[in-house]
């Protein structure tokens, strides 16, 4: 399983930004993906997650009502659709593969694959 996330960048508060998480090497029908950042001096942090399965979605309370995250099944990819940014939400984003998703989508040891961050620069 390999995941590559792209779509960073440096942008002002208040703009939007489009993460994707290209997958790939398995079929993922039953898979979870979710998303992850972490800013400097702090522990990796969850931010969103997908199952596959039955598309239910997971949003942590900072970014809930802002981000959307989504897949694309024709394209194998993940999106994450972060509006109203802020300088809080600069960090690397992450994502990874939980290939047996056991209804902890927001715990990071649930995920075995993932991928190298995107960095994320929110400007005040």
């Known amino acids: 399983v390999q995941l590559q996330a792209s779509g960073g960048g440096l942008v002002q508060a208040g703009d939007s930004l489009r993460l994707s998480c290209a997958y790939s090497g398995r079929t993922f029908s039953r898979y979870a993906v979710g998303w992850f950042r972490q800013a400097p001096g702090k522990d990796r942090e969850f931010v969103s997650a997908?199952?596959?399965?039955?598309?239910?979605?997971t949003y942590a309370d900072s970014v809930k009502g802002r981000f959307t995250i989504s897949r694309d099944s024709t394209k194998n990819t993940v999106d994450l659709l972060m509006n109203s940014l802020n300088p809080e939400d600069t960090a690397v984003y992450y994502c990874?593969?939980?290939?047996?998703?056991?209804?902890?989508?927001?715990?990071?040891?649930?995920?075995?694959?993932w991928g190298q961050g995107t960095q994320v620069t929110v400007s005040s």
């Open positions: 990874a593969a939980d290939l047996s998703p056991r209804g902890r989508p927001n715990l990071a040891a649930e995920y075995a694959n």
């Open positions: 997908i199952n596959f399965s039955d598309s239910s979605t």
